[in-house]
Nanobody
Framework: QVQLVESGGGLVQAGGSLRLSCAASGIIFRINAMGWYRQAPGKQRELVANIISGGTTNYADSVKGRFTISRDNAKNTMDLQMDSLKPEDTAVYYC???????????WGQGTQVTVSS
């Protein structure tokens, strides 16, 4: 059974930092990519950052230079270091894993990040 367990969300003031972590277990297929998505109230879920096989990273324009994604392939864990947080970063953040089998996507339960002004 696949599980994605997220941790590290919370409440922080604007300009502060948070670190999100995701631990994946039970995945038997090759991983195409691991990443973080977020969804703010009334908005669509959007990609924040991901790491694809080979190590290439992608970031949403809104977080470039402030967020850093990292991954431990051996442990199937992934972190998102979020610095210089802004109120507009407030959202539920979801861990995502895409596997090679039919490009299937697994999702974590989500963790709330709230940035106060």
């Amino acid at each position: 059974q696949v599980q994605l367990v997220e941790s590290g969300g919370g409440l922080v003031q604007a300009g502060g930092s948070l670190r999100l972590s995701c631990a994946a277990s039970g995945i038997i297929f090759r991983i195409n990519a691991m990443g973080w998505y977020r969804q703010a109230p009334g908005k669509q879920r959007e990609l924040v950052a991901n790491i694809i096989s080979g190590g290439t990273t992608n970031y949403a324009d809104s977080v470039k230079g402030r967020f850093t994604i990292s991954r431990d392939n051996a442990k199937n864990t992934m972190d998102l270091q979020m610095d210089s947080l802004k109120p507009e970063d407030t959202a539920v953040y979801y861990c995502n894993v895409e596997v090679a089998y039919r490009n299937y996507n697994y999702w974590g339960q989500g963790t709330q990040v709230t940035v106060s002004s």
